[in-house]
C-alpha cells in the first residue's frame, strides 16, 4: 500500500487518527433492545509527528491500549479514519496491511510474554527482516541483527543472539521487542506501556534508549503510560483519557503543570511524588486522596475504578467520580474548550467566559485543600452544588 | 496512639544469610543482614529484582523451602502482650528459625501473616472471599462458631473498605484493588503484630495504589501492627514508610529514616535509586540512571558488590566489604527524635565514609553523577 515518501519536516503529521471509535459487540443473544457492546474508545483524535513524542495517559480501563491497538491496525476501528501520511488507511486483512505495519511498529507492555520462548533472539529479529524484504542473505541478515542489537544497547551482540527469552532479564527482553520492532524500519513507534513491568531502575534506561532512538532516529512515538511522571520527563505532547474520552491534553509541561481537568488532578494526586509534601509524606498527615469524595472511600465500591464501558454514564463519564460534578455533566460531553499554548480540556468548570481565570492555582494540593476549588466554583456561572 | 505503641523492638534479625543451591553454583541471595523493627512501625526494604528482599523476608516468615538454605543468624520476635490472650510469655523472645511445626503453625497468622504481590494468585479462585476468610479464623481458632467467624469476616470487610454484601463474592468477580484489599483483610483476620508486603501494590493503578497506601496506613494506625513493605519503586516508599533499608546483591547497604533517605542519601547506589524515576516537579533533567545491571549473585563482585557500578570507588572497595556502619547525621540537622527513640541512626556500607579509608570525606555532590 502507502510506500509514498515525503521529507519530513518536524511539524508534519506522519500518523493522524480522527474520530476513531471502537467498539465491542458482546456476544450476548438479547431478544429486545439493541445489542450490547463494549464502548471502549470514543471519538480519539491524534497527530504523532516524526522526532516527537505523545503520551497516552490514563488507568487500566480508560481505552488507551485500545487507541495503540487501533493505530496498529490490530483492531479495526467502528468508524474514523487513520491517515499515514495523508493517506487515508482502509485495508483489511493481513496482507494488505503489511505494508501500513511497515511504517507503524508495536512495542507491547509485556515483555514476558510478547516474545516467544521457543524461539532465539535471532529468530525475533531475522523475522520482520525477511518479511519487509530488508535481508536477502544469511550474512545481510546477520550483519543486520548485530545493528539492531547494538541500536538497543544490547553489547557484544553475539551474546545475545543465540539466547532464549527465558535467559534474559525483563530490560533486555522489552529491548529484544523494540528491535523486533525496528527491523521493519518502521517511522511510527507505538509504545504500550512499555515500562510498567519492570524495575524502576531499569525503566528510565528503557525509556533513555527511546528517548535517542525519537532523537537520532526521527521516529514519531506514541508513548502510552498511567505514569505522569513520566510522561513529563520523556513526551512533548500529553494526552489524557478516562473510560475511552480524551479530557485534556497539550504540551506535557502544561498539562502536567497547570492540570485543569479533574481526571488529570486526580491522577497527579495519586502519583508518588516524594517532593510534594516536604518530609511529611503521606503518612504525616494520614493522607486519603481528596480527591475522591469520602463516601466512596468508605464504602470502598470502586472508588479506583473505571465504570463500565458497556453502559458508561453518560456525558462526561468521569461525573460519579468527579467532587465537582455539575447536572450538565450528566447530560452532555463537554465540548473542547481551548486554553492556549496548545493546551485544552474537555470540562464545563472552564466555561468559556472563565477560561482565563478560572482555577488559577498551579498547584494541586492546593486546590485540593481550599482555595482553589472555591475559587473556580464561584466563577462558574452553571455551577449548582450537589 | 502512635508513641504509645512504639514503645519496643517487635522483630529482630541478626546477621542472616540465605543460599540456594543450584546446579551451576551457590547463589548467595542474602547476606549476613540484620535489622530491627519496632511495634507499629513501617519499614521499607526496596532494592532492584534479584536483591534478595523477597528471600530475606520469607526466610522470617520460614516460607523458605529447598534448594533455598538459611546457612546462619537468627530470627527473634518478641512477642507483646494482647487482651485476651493466652500467651503468658510476653517479653521473652522467640526464636523463630527454632520453631517446630506446631508452634510455628500458632505463630505465622496469629503473629506474622503476609500479603503477597499478586493478589488473583494468592486467592483460591473457586472460593468467595468470605469462605476464605472464615477458613482462616476456624483454622487457626476452632471454637470459634461458624456466625462467629461470619461476623469477624464481615466486620474485617468493613475495615478494608468492601461491601459486606461481596461476602459471597468470586475473586474473578471484584477489580484488582478489591482483590487486594481482600488479602489484606485476610492478612488482618487474627490481628497480627507484623504484616510482610511484598510488593502489594505493583500490579494496581496510581489511583488505586494510592487508595491501598491510604487504607494500610490508617489501619496501621487504629490497629497498631508493624509492617515489612518490599517494593523496588522507592518514590513509594518514601511515602509510606518510617524507615527504610536498600538492599543491594543481597545486603543491606544503606539504613535509616525516610527523611533522612529524602534529604542526605549517603550510598552512591541510594543516589542512583533516588535519581532513577522522572519527578513531577521542579526543572525537567535528563537522568543517566545507574550504569550497568545488578550482579549475578553466583558470583557476586568482591570487596562492594556494588564496586562495578560506582564511579567513586577506592581501592579498598574492591577488597574489603563494606560494614554497614552507623553514620553521625549531618551537624546542621538535628536527628529526628524518632530516630533517636527507636535507636535508627542512619547506617551505610560505604567506604567513603570510613575516615581511614577515605580521608578526604565522601565528594561534595554524588547526585552530578546521575544528572546531567
Not at chain 1, 491524534?46 to 495517559?57: E, F, Y
Not at chain 2, 489484606?184 to 500490579?203: F, G, H, R, Y
Not at chain 2, 543517566?288 to 556494588?306: H, K
Amino acid at each position: 500500500m502507502s510506500t509514498k515518501i515525503t521529507t519530513s519536516t518536524t511539524e508534519e503529521p506522519i500518523l493522524e487518527a480522527v474520530h476513531l471509535k471502537k467498539d465491542f459487540p458482546l456476544r450476548k443473544v438479547k431478544l429486545f433492545g439493541a445489542a450490547e457492546a463494549v464502548h471502549a474508545v470514543e471519538d480519539v483524535t491524534l497527530v504523532l509527528r516524526s522526532g516527537h513524542a505523545t503520551a497516552l495517559v490514563g488507568e487500566s480501563g480508560s481505552g488507551k491500549t485500545t487507541v495503540a491497538r487501533l493505530l496498529a491496525r490490530l483492531y479495526a476501528p467502528t468508524s474514523g479514519t487513520i491517515r499515514y501520511r495523508e493517506e487515508v488507511i482502509k485495508a483489511r486483512g493481513e496482507r494488505a496491511l503489511q505494508g501500513y505495519r511497515r511504517h507503524v511498529q508495536i512495542v507491547f507492555q509485556d515483555p514476558f510474554s510478547s516474545l516467544n520462548p521457543m524461539h532465539t533472539v535471532r529468530h525475533h529479529l531475522s523475522r520482520p527482516l525477511r518479511i519487509y524484504g530488508h535481508a536477502h542473505t544469511a550474512s545481510e541478515e546477520m550483519q543486520l541483527i548485530t545493528s539492531l542489537l547494538e541500536r538497543v544497547n544490547l553489547t557484544p551482540a553475539e551474546q545475545f543472539i543465540p539466547k532464549f527469552p527465558h535467559q534474559l532479564s525483563g530490560g533486555q527482553r522489552q529491548r529484544i521487542a523494540i528491535a523486533r520492532a525496528l527491523a521493519a524500519r518502521p517511522s511510527v513507534l507505538l509504545a504500550d506501556e512499555p515500562v510498567s513491568m519492570l524495575d524502576v531502575s531499569i525503566r528510565l534506561d528503557i525509556l533513555n534508549l527511546l528517548t535517542r532512538l525519537k532523537e537520532e532516529e526521527q521516529l514519531a512515538l506514541l508513548y502510552i503510560t498511567h505514569d505522569l511522571a513520566s510522561a513529563r520527563y520523556f513526551a512533548e505532547e500529553t494526552l489524557v483519557m478516562y473510560a475511552g474520552q480524551m479530557v485534556e491534553g497539550g504540551p506535557s509541561e502544561e498539562v502536567i503543570q497547570q492540570a485543569k481537568h479533574p481526571y488529570t488532578q486526580l491522577l497527579l494526586s495519586s502519583a508518588p511524588d516524594p517532593d510534594r509534601f516536604g518530609s511529611s509524606g503521606l503518612q504525616g498527615n494520614h493522607k486519603v486522596a481528596p480527591w475522591i469524595p469520602a463516601k466512596q472511600v468508605v464504602s470502598g465500591n470502586g472508588s479506583g475504578d473505571v465504570p463500565s464501558l458497556i453502559k458508561p454514564p453518560g456525558g462526561c463519564r468521569f461525573h460519579p467520580r468527579c467532587p465537582y460534578a455539575m447536572p450538565v455533566c450528566q447530560q452532555q460531553f463537554p465540548p473542547r474548550r481551548e486554553l492556549g499554548r496548545g493546551h485544552w480540556v474537555h470540562c464545563f468548570l472552564y466555561g468559556g467566559a472563565h477560561k482565563t481565570d478560572a482555577k488559577p492555582s498551579t498547584d494541586v494540593t492546593d486546590l485540593q485543600g481550599q482555595g482553589g476549588l472555591e475559587q473556580s466554583r464561584s466563577l462558574n456561572s452553571r455551577e449548582s452544588i450537589q | 496512639m502512635i508513641t504509645e505503641i512504639r514503645t519496643g523492638t517487635l522483630l529482630e534479625v541478626k546477621h542472616i544469610s540465605v543460599d540456594y543451591g543450584s546446579s551451576k553454583g551457590i547463589v548467595h541471595a542474602v547476606n549476613d543482614v540484620s535489622f530491627a523493627i519496632e511495634q507499629g512501625q513501617i519499614f521499607g526494604l526496596a532494592g532492584e529484582s534479584g536483591s534478595g528482599k523477597s528471600t530475606l523476608v520469607y526466610a522470617i516468615a520460614r516460607l523458605l523451602q529447598p534448594p533455598a538454605v538459611i546457612t546462619q543468624g537468627q530470627v527473634l520476635y518478641y512477642p507483646t502482650t494482647r487482651a485476651g490472650s493466652e500467651s503468658s510469655q510476653a517479653g521473652e523472645a522467640v526464636d523463630v528459625l527454632a520453631l517446630n511445626p506446631a508452634q510455628l503453625r500458632a505463630f505465622r497468622w496469629r503473629e506474622l501473616s503476609i500479603v503477597f504481590q499478586s493478589a488473583m494468585n494468592a486467592l483460591n479462585p473457586v472460593l468467595a472471599i468470605g469462605t476464605q476468610i472464615i477458613d482462616v479464623l476456624r483454622a487457626h481458632d476452632p471454637c470459634m462458631t461458624r456466625n462467629e467467624a461470619r461476623s469477624r469476616a464481615l466486620e474485617l470487610l468493613q475495615l478494608v473498605g468492601i461491601t459486606p454484601d461481596r461476602l459471597h463474592s468470586y475473586p474473578h468477580e471484584l477489580s484488582g484493588g478489591m482483590r487486594q484489599r481482600a488479602i489484606i483483610a485476610i492478612a488482618l483476620a487474627l490481628n497480627s503484630k507484623l504484616i510482610i508486603m511484598d510488593e502489594p501494590t505493583t500490579a494496581l493503578d496510581v489511583v488505586v495504589q494510592r487508595d491501598i497506601l491510604a487504607q494500610i496506613l490508617r489501619l496501621r494506625n487504629d490497629l497498631g501492627f508493624s509492617v515489612i513493605f518490599i517494593t523496588h519503586d522507592l518514590s513509594l516508599l518514601l511515602e509510606i514508610a518510617d524507615t527504610i533499608a536498600i538492599m543491594y546483591a543481597g545486603r543491606i547497604v544503606e539504613m535509616g529514616t525516610r527523611e533522612e533517605l529524602l534529604r542526605a542519601p549517603r550510598h552512591p547506589y541510594t543516589y542512583g535509586l533516588l535519581h532513577s524515576f522522572p519527578k513531577l516537579h521542579g526543572p525537567s533533567r535528563s537522568l543517566r540512571g545507574i550504569p550497568g545491571s545488578p550482579p549475578d549473585l553466583r558470583s557476586i563482585p568482591s570487596g562492594c558488590a556494588f564496586h562495578p557500578r560506582c564511579s567513586f570507588t577506592l581501592p579498598a572497595c574492591h577488597t574489603v566489604v563494606p560494614a554497614l556502619l552507623p553514620v553521625a547525621s549531618e551537624k546542621s540537622k538535628a536527628p529526628s527524635l524518632e530516630a533517636l527513640s527507636s535507636g535508627h541512626g542512619p547506617c551505610v556500607a560505604c567506604h567513603l565514609y570510613t575516615t581511614e579509608l577515605n580521608p578526604g570525606g565522601p565528594p561534595e555532590r554524588l547526585e552530578s553523577e546521575y544528572v546531567n
